[in-house]
Antibody, heavy 127, light 108 residues
């Protein structure tokens, strides 16, 4: 069974650092990108960025570039999302998801999809 | 604000057909994917590509596209289909991905 299992809920103070994890199993971890998605309380999904675990190449949404760091350790099939200095506005549920992309014969990206998703990690930042 | 526009809320009578739409310029040359999210749960992929359903998704779910609009259709909506639905596509730069704002589906 293809599965992504995320680390547990975290409660942190503003200014603290944090790294949450996402461990893949049941498939070749280096064959698929991993994306991270934020969902603030009562709000919609926001794509944060992605990583290619085979070479750790990353691509960030402009909204999150510079605010978080995405990394991966392919030896243990695990991707990470990291903050160096948390803010109260980082309070949210964070999901990882396996990303697939489909290109046409000329290399043009036609579509993408996320499947499966991790169960989510709730991050609460409060003084 | 999202580059993909969805109606915030839609309702459907039990057993009837409902269409949930997603509008955006990227959809003229890109197939959207669709996700169902029930309260307290992670999103689940329901439609991807031109009109593909992952294993385990009922065939009452289907996808289509026309111009700048992608649609998710539920034919014969069931009570268990009540959920939030999100579309996903690339953004206008082509280098990043984006989600629509989500549609809350109520089954009456």
């Amino acid at each position: 069974e293809v599965q992504l299992v995320q680390s547990g809920a975290e409660v942190k103070k503003p200014g603290e650092s944090l790294r949450i994890s996402c461990k893949g199993s049941g498939y070749s971890f280096t064959s698929y990108w991993i994306s991270w998605v934020r969902q603030m309380p009562g709000k919609g999904l926001e794509w944060m960025g992605r990583i290619d675990p085979s070479d750790s190449y990353t691509n960030y949404s402009p909204s999150f570039q510079g605010h978080v760091t995405i990394s991966a350790d392919k030896s243990i099939s695990t991707a990470y999302l990291q903050w160096s200095s948390l803010k109260a506005s980082d309070t949210a549920m964070y999901y990882c998801a396996r990303a697939q992309y489909y290109y046409d014969s000329s290399g043009y990206l036609l579509t993408n999809w996320f499947d499966p998703w991790g169960q989510g990690t709730l991050v609460t930042v409060s003084s | 604000s999202s580059e993909l526009t969805q109606d915030p809320a839609v309702s459907v009578a039990l057993g009837q057909t409902v269409r949930i739409t997603c509008q955006g310029d990227s959809l003229r040359s890109y197939y959207a994917s669709w996700y169902q999210q029930k309260p307290g749960q992670a999103p689940v992929l329901v439609i991807y590509g031109k009109n593909n359903r992952p294993s385990g998704i009922p065939d009452r779910f289907s996808g289509s596209s026309s111009g700048n609009t992608a649609s998710l259709t539920i034919t014969g909506a069931q009570a268990e289909d009540e959920a939030d639905y999100y579309c996903n596509s690339r953004d206008s730069s082509g280098n990043h991905l984006s989600f629509g704002g989500g549609t809350k589906l109520t089954v009456l």
